[in-house]
């Protein structure tokens, strides 16, 4: 297979939802860059993710928990502690939400570029005449 020259790389932006209080919903910007290359199979290029790179902007979070200790005091003392260190909490958890939103992202294309060929996930791209 002669080496592919080719990298693809499509940024996206996203809005999710995030909960700081039950009745304020906040945007969550990201951005999403997914790379790969062309892989062939039986005569038809398909895309082959290589590089998933997942940024979260999240501001800041209100945390809720039910349950998690048997004792109903120690349970809410966890609570308040997270939330009074909400923004430090943020922090340290937005990495965990990057990677799996990767894994998610990866399952996603995983399954769209093992069902459909280059040309089919990308018909504009093809069309589009080849820069010399
Ligand atoms: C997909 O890309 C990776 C990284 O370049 C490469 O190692 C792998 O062999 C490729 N897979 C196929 C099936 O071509």
């Known amino acids: 297979m002669p080496s592919v020259a080719l990298t693809s790389v ?10 700081t209080t039950a009745n304020d919903l906040r945007p969550i910007s990201g951005t999403f860059e997914v790379n790969g290359n062309i892989k062939e199979k039986d005569g038809v290029d398909y895309y ?4 998933i790179h997942v940024h979260l902007n999240i501001a800041d979070g209100c945390y809720f928990m039910s349950n998690i200790f ?17 923004k430090l909490l943020t922090s340290v958890v ?3 939400f990057e990677e799996l939103t990767k894994l998610g992202i990866r399952n996603i294309m995983e399954s769209l570029t093992n069902a459909l060929s280059y040309e ?3 018909p504009l791209i093809n069309s ?3 820069l010399p």
């Open 48 to 51: 082959n993710t290589t590089n």
């Open 120 to 122: 089919e996930m990308f």
């Open 70 to 86: 048997d004792d109903p005091f120690l349970t809410r003392t966890t609570i308040e502690i997270f939330n009074i260190n909400s």
């Open 10 to 19: 499509f940024l996206l932006s996203a809005l999710l939802l995030e909960s």
């Open 94 to 96: 937005t990495p965990v």
């Open 128 to 130: 589009l005449p080849v």
